[in-house]
């Protein structure tokens, strides 16, 4: 089992920043890949930005390329979103998600609010 547990969301202005970070924890850590999600209301939720966990590839939503960026710290079990040159129609519930094989994802945080304001 392993827990996600996501933090560094909040209100910010259109053009801003944020950080949001990932921390996992779980007796059998091991991903393939994690990733974050993203989820508006009455939508569909979205892959925005992942990470390969041992070699670090990274891939992203064309939506955010050149705006996010997605990184790990392997010491410390944490994903990190940078978050730069927000927008509004950014502001979603982001999740963190980990994939113990290419296949899919296994587990999920309970996501964090991030809202832009115009």
């Known amino acids: 089992q392993v827990q996600l547990v996501e933090s560094g969301g909040g209100l910010v202005q259109a053009g801003g920043s944020l950080r949001l970070s990932c921390v996992a924890s779980g007796r059998t850590f091991s991903p393939y890949r994690m990733g974050w999600f993203r989820q508006a209301p009455g939508k569909e939720r979205e892959l925005v930005a992942a990470i390969t966990w041992s070699g670090a590839i990274t891939s992203y939503a064309d939506s955010v390329k050149g705006r996010f960026t997605i990184s790990r710290d392997m010491a410390k079990n944490t994903v990190f979103l940078q978050m730069n040159s927000l927008k509004v129609e950014d502001t979603c519930v982001y999740y963190c998600?980990?994939?113990?094989?290419?296949?899919?994802?296994?587990?999920w945080g309970q996501g964090t609010q991030v809202t832009v304001a115009s």
């Open positions: 998600a980990y994939a113990q094989n290419p296949f899919k994802y296994d587990y």
